[in-house]
């Protein structure tokens, strides 16, 4: 199966867009980095420094310190690709 483009997708070209429609509901930057925390271990200064450095959606997850077992909980779809129909590869 072909990769889905996120994968390709430098992080930090999207993050502004999660945070611009976090803010659209009434959230904050704060919560958005809360929540990406949660999911893969990511302090704030490990956050800013793949942010920073550009690094796609792949190697993002797959350098992340430790991602949230609880993860299989979320249901949805972001980027247009549905989460749970998602392998984990962890």
């Known amino acids: 199966m072909e990769k889905h483009r996120i994968y390709t997708m ?3 070209r999207v993050y502004p867009l999660y945070v611009a429609k976090a803010e659209k509901k009434g959230r ?6 809360q929540i990406i925390s949660w999911l893969t ?6 956050l800013e420094a793949q942010l920073k450095k550009q690094t796609d959606f792949e190697t993002f997850f797959a350098k992340a310190p430790l991602i949230n077992p609880l993860r299989a909980l979320i249901k949805g779809v972001v ?3 549905r989460v749970e129909d998602i392998q984990a590869d962890r």
């Open 10 to 12: 430098s992080f930090a």
């Open 28 to 33: 904050t930057k704060a919560e958005v980095d």
């Open 41 to 46: 271990g990511y302090g704030q200064k490990q």
């Open 79 to 81: 980027c247009g690709v």
